[in-house]
């Protein structure tokens, strides 16, 4: 499985943003799919999972209320919709496929995406 992820960019504080992570290769609605963000200097933090089907979201408590992950399995596509950004929201963003275990953990994760940068302005 191969992921892109597009549509990051600069964005002022307030403002929404939709993240799109297109996918290639076999058996992509087979997968839980997450998103993850990595700022300068910190860890790799879990921003949302869906799974396979899109029937379950799971946020990180910080985060619930503004982000909005879906997928279109027809598509081979999964979206983060991002809105009200806050300046601590810039960071890399990353898609991430097939995780061998608890869905909010990186490193159990087999498939990544190049990541796609979003920055909020103040």
């Known amino acids: 499985v191969q992921l892109q992820a597009s549509g990051g960019g600069l964005v002022q504080a307030g403002g929404s943003l939709r993240l799109s992570c297109a996918a290639s290769?076999?058996?992509?609605?087979?997968?839980?799919l997450g998103w993850f963000r990595q700022a300068p200097g910190k860890e790799r933090e879990f921003v949302a999972t869906?799974?396979?089907?899109?029937?379950?979201?799971r946020y990180a408590n910080s985060l619930k209320g503004r982000f909005t992950i879906s997928r279109d399995n027809g598509k081979n596509t999964v979206y983060l919709q991002v809105t009200s950004l806050k300046p601590e929201d810039t960071a890399v963003y990353y898609c991430?496929?097939?995780?061998?275990?608890?869905?909010?953990?990186?490193?159990?994760?087999?498939?990544w995406g190049q990541g796609t940068l979003v920055t909020v302005s103040s």
């Open positions: 991430a496929a097939d995780p061998a275990g608890d869905p909010t953990v990186a490193r159990v994760y087999a498939y």
């Open positions: 290769g076999r058996a992509f609605s087979s997968y839980p």
């Open positions: 869906i799974s396979w089907n899109g029937g379950r979201a």
